[in-house]
T-cell receptor, first 119, second 118 residues
Framework: DTEVTQTPKHLVMGMTNKKSLKCEQHMGHRAMYWYKQKAKKPPELMFVYSYEKLSINESVPSRFSPECPNSSLLNLHLHALQPEDSALYLC??????????????????FGAGSRLTVL | AQKITQTQPGMFVQEKEAVTLDCTYDTSDQSYGLFWYKQPSSGEMIFLIYQGSYDEQNATEGRYSLNFQKARKSANLVISASQLGDSAMYFCAMREGISSGSARQLTFGSGTQLTVLP
């Protein structure tokens, strides 16, 4: 069982719909991430939250709106999406310790993903 | 410029044989971490093994080992005794240290699709 839970697993939406993807972790991690992955491609970073504050936004269109209500939850609100936004959306979490020497604490733990189809 | 390069889009290996997946990286940081993830067709990204730039010994986790050659900037994944369940996409990834300003980012290579043959 994955320790990062994403819901829903599959989502089909029209271009005028508003929906949300949810991510939850109970590992005490203070950094949470959204990645977008197209078929046969590596994941691309969208957003990073550190201690519930948005720390990185990789120039993502405003039709994607992240939210971190508390240290365990991360949402991605979707509105007016385009068909090209269809992809696998992966949530991840990690300790957020900026130390010079890496330890296992810097490993990102990923959820199983939410597969989004925009019609 | 590509920070992580995986030159093998696809690899085949016979069951029970060993296989090496290549990964080279580019960074000017002294402190960085290298990671390998497995992604089956279901989509979940599964962490396999990591190597810190200051670690003197090559990392091992069960059937997985990381052949870390710092001077060559390579971090190849070796899977011993391949199993049918090892068939998946494998991604090499890097996380740079504080000085790079991108310490929270994990940068992925393009991936290698491994197929284990019975």
């Amino acid at each position: 069982d994955t320790e990062v839970t994403q819901t829903p697993k599959h989502l089909v939406m029209g271009m005028t719909n508003k929906k949300s993807l949810k991510c939850e972790q109970h590992m005490g991690h203070r950094a949470m991430y959204w990645y977008k992955q197209k078929a046969k491609k590596p994941p691309e970073l969208m957003f990073v939250y550190s201690y519930e504050k948005l720390s990185i936004n990789e120039s993502v269109p405003s039709r994607f709106s992240p939210e971190c209500p508390n240290s365990s939850l991360l949402n991605l609100h979707l509105h007016a999406l385009q068909p090209e936004d269809s992809a696998l959306y992966l949530c991840a979490s990690s300790q957020d310790r900026l130390v010079d020497h890496f330890s296992g604490a810097n490993v990102l733990t990923f959820g199983a993903g939410s597969r989004l189809t925009v019609l | 410029a590509q920070k992580i390069t995986q030159t093998q889009p696809g690899m085949f290996v016979q069951e029970k044989e060993a296989v090496t997946l290549d990964c080279t990286y580019d960074t000017s940081d002294q402190s960085y971490g290298l990671f390998w993830y497995k992604q089956p067709s279901s989509g979940e990204m599964i962490f396999l093994i990591y190597q810190g730039s200051y670690d003197e010994q090559n990392a091992t986790e069960g059937r997985y080992s990381l052949n870390f050659q710092k001077a060559r900037k390579s971090a190849n994944l070796v899977i011993s005794a391949s199993q049918l369940g090892d068939s998946a996409m494998y991604f090499c990834a890097m996380r740079e240290g504080i000085s790079s300003g991108s310490a929270r980012q994990l940068t992925f290579g393009s991936g290698t699709q491994l197929t284990v043959l019975p």
